[in-house]
């Protein structure tokens, strides 16, 4: 009998993948089963904790472009 | 699938069968849930007999069969069809439910005494009620619940408004469309809430109320047969109140709120059905014509239905002077100036930005502006051959901002793993994919990921048992 796990299925880049994977390398809070490079599953619980967490991590590595043009 | 996505069928689909048993003992409700599925049922019986005849190209024939599997088990799902399970010697049958088929024969026919289509009232009509007067009653009880989710945002530009009383403001609140105390204001679900069509902003708020109802010990049969009976009434019609029960009698007070229903105050005992509910079980023709109806009476204080000027360098003018319309507009625009009859301003990325973190989708935006586009627009569109009506750079360029912000798409369900063997996996993906659950599959790993397990698992005991 296979067996099913409830969770949610993130798609992302392998970039992005990569970052949470790194996340979760410190408690292992987060995934409950790494699928491939751009796919994983993890906790359903933890999503919004996740995205969170993920925008603080690109916010540290990214400069936003400004907008160009006046009023 | 456009039609069950719609909330008031995914808040069906969770009801139990015995709860549907009930539901269609009333002919009007057979009824109209027959309306909103007649696509469904269509297409299941179309596919059956395309497949008959077997004239079709191959590869239609397997989208059609598909359509079929999807729109099969959603009438399953509603208990509206019995279904037997495919076996190797009998082929699969699909029947009616014995109590659904019943009830439609008698609302079809029109026979029985159930009053289930109400009763009109046999007292002499109010002579000021007229459709106008309907029309305009309910629209002024819409906007106003409108705009009270809206303020929290357009503040500065809110006018006066006696609002919705309280009792809707509690709901908006325990629905989460609206938030109070130190960070009041509109949340995300508030917002998907302002742009969706009429028809679908009614269902919402009145699912929530039925939630709230089930706290509040009303019967949620009652209660749903009681609106799938407002759908089948007369516009423009007095019916009376005394045929119904005490709980239906309960939620009148509340329809009224809503703008759903007119009690005139001289006679307690009838009621008027507005535009709003009598279009709530029909089918997409009859939203736009909601909207008609809403546009008829919208001519005189906002002008034509069309205002939006949006320019290829972003800046947008909006010939408006409606609180409201100002109000959506400041969700995802960035205004900067107000007029005596518009408003400019630019879509900037922050001003998308921030409409996305409040769970706006970049389509919504540009469905919302191209709906409302001004007829200039759609003049010059005419003029080069029928091309798209917004600037292109600028749709472009909102959508490019949205997948700027959105690093990951997540769907929640069911991963299965640790198949025995490949045949039980072929088999299951295979399943999967017919009912349309499947989002995701990996061959070599033997895994798969749905997002509904209900039927899949039935099916897996199915095959246990085989």
């Known amino acids: ?13 392998p970039s992005i993948k990569s970052i949470i994977v790194k996340i979760d390398s410190e ?11 751009q796919t994983l599953v993890i906790k359903e619980n933890m999503l919004a904790i996740l995205k969170m967490r993920l925008d603080e991590a690109l ?7 400004s907008d160009s043009g006046s009023e | 699938m456009a039609v069950s996505t719609l909330a008031s069928f995914e808040y069906l689909e969770q009801l139990s069968g015995t709860t549907f048993q009930k539901l269609y003992r009333q002919p009007s409700t057979a009824l109209a849930i027959f309306r909103r599925m007649l696509p469904h049922l269509g297409r299941a019986s179309f596919a059956k007999k395309s497949n008959a005849t077997g004239s079709l190209v191959p590869g239609l024939l397997l989208t059609l069969r598909r359509q079929r599997d999807e729109a099969l088990s959603l009438l399953s799902r509603l208990y509206i069809v019995h279904i037997t399970a495919r076996t190797r010697d009998d082929p699969q049958v699909v029947s009616l ?11 079809l026919t029109g026979g029985g005494n159930h009053q289930s289509f109400g009763v009109p009232s046999s007292d002499s009509a109010t002579a000021d009620v007229d459709l106008h007067y309907l029309d305009e009653y309910a629209r002024a009880q819409w906007e106003g619940i409108l705009h009270y989710v809206v303020s929290s945002v357009g503040e500065g530009m809110h006018q006066a408004s006696q609002g919705p009383t309280s009792a809707v403001k509690q709901l908006l609140k325990a629905g989460s469309l609206v938030t109070s105390g130190a960070h009041s204001g509109i949340t995300q679900a508030g917002f998907s809430f302002l742009l969706q069509e009429v028809n679908a902003q009614v269902w919402t708020l009145l699912l929530l109320w039925i939630k709230n109802a089930e706290q509040m010990e009303m019967d949620s049969v009652d209660v749903l047969s009681f609106l799938f009976m407002l759908g089948s009434l007369e516009l423009g019609r007095a019916y009376s109140t005394t045929t119904l029960s005490e709980s239906q009698r309960q939620m009148l007070k509340y329809l009224v709120d809503f703008g759903l229903v007119y009690i005139p105050r001289s006679t307690p005992n009838q009621f008027f059905p507005t535009r709003l509910s009598t279009t709530l079980t029909s089918d997409a023709t009859a939203l736009r014509s909601v ?4 546009d008829a009476v919208n001519t005189s204080a906002t ?4 205002f939006i000027i949006i320019e290829t360098n972003y800046r947008l003018y909006a010939y408006t002077t409606s609180p409201l319309q100002i109000a959506v507009l400041a969700l995802f625009t960035k205004l900067t100036t107000r007029y005596p009859n518009m408003v400019a301003g630019r879509i900037t990325r922050e001003s998308i930005y921030r409409a996305i973190s409040h769970g706006i989708t970049s389509d919504q935006v540009i469905s919302y502006l191209s709906t409302h586009a001004h007829p200039q627009l759609l003049k010059s569109s005419a003029a080069h ?4 009506v917004l600037p292109p750079t600028v749709v472009d360029q909102i959508r490019l901002w949205q997948i700027e912000n959105e690093r990951m798409k997540a769907t929640s369900g069911f991963l299965f793993k640790e198949f025995e063997s490949q045949k039980e996996y072929d088999a299951c993906v295979k ?11 990996s061959d070599p790993k033997r895994m798969f990921f749905v997002s509904r397990v209900e039927q899949l698992r039935d099916y897996l005991k199915s095959r246990k048992t085989k």
């Open chain 2, 291 to 294: 909207a008609a109806g809403f």
């Open chain 2, 431 to 441: 399943y999967a994919d017919a009912i349309g659950v499947l989002v995701w599959k």
């Open chain 2, 385 to 388: 051959g029928g091309g798209p």
């Open chain 2, 97 to 107: 439910t014995k109590g659904f088929r019943s009830s439609l024969q008698l609302a």
């Open chain 1, 27 to 37: 408690d292992h809070a987060f995934i409950v089963e790494d699928l491939d490079n």
């Open chain 1, 59 to 65: 916010k540290e590595t990214q400069q936003p472009p």
């Open chain 1, 1 to 13: 009998m296979p067996r099913a796990i409830r969770g949610v299925l993130v798609e992302c880049d």
């Open chain 2, 303 to 306: 002008g034509t239905k069309g």
